[in-house]
């Protein structure tokens, strides 16, 4: 009997190629990322721009969320041009990075539909 880490024995997994393997790296960073500015933004910096008639956070946050979404948009059509994904499912994608916990999931799932 083989162990499942004993080379000899076949992969279930499907073998992504390195290009596509660092493509799938850099988005979830990015989407890990931007989930986070974005939760600081809506739940930090909003507050305490509107609130607490503070608008220092949101003078720094708000700006690098938005240059941080760009390089999201980039990465997310890097990855869907190597693994030919539909323009909806790139549009969904992209979307996820605007909704608060979105980019967590999407992150998830596109992680999970490769790898599988």
């Not at 946050?61 to 190597?82: C, E, I, W």
Request: aromatic share 12%; charged share 15%.
């Amino acid at each position: 009997m083989t162990s499942p880490a004993d080379p000899a024995t076949p992969s279930t997994t499907p073998t992504l190629p390195a290009s596509t393997r660092g493509a799938l790296v850099r988005y979830r960073i990015i989407a890990y990322i931007v989930g986070v500015m974005l939760l600081l933004l809506v739940f930090v910096a909003m507050p305490l721009k509107y609130f607490g008639d503070n608008p220092a956070v949101m003078n720094v946050v708000g700006p690098l969320h938005g240059f941080l979404y760009v390089v999201y948009l980039l990465f997310s059509f890097d990855l869907a041009r190597r693994v030919r994904w539909p323009l909806t499912r790139l549009v969904l994608v992209a979307l996820a990075g605007t909704i608060p916990f979105l980019s967590f999931y999407a992150e998830r799932k596109v992680h999970h539909d490769l790898t599988r």
